[in-house]
């Protein structure tokens, strides 16, 4: 599944090391998101 992580930026770090490993494009849309 690929759904848009919706969290506080406190957990930003959560969502760095959760989602580089599974995509560089994500990763990359991840970041333009944020």
Request: hydrophobic letters at 40%.
């Amino acid at each position: 599944d690929f759904t848009y992580p919706l969290m506080p930026p406190e957990n930003e770090d959560l969502i760095w090391e959760t989602w580089v490993p599974l995509d560089k494009d994500a990763t990359y849309l991840e970041l333009q998101i944020w």
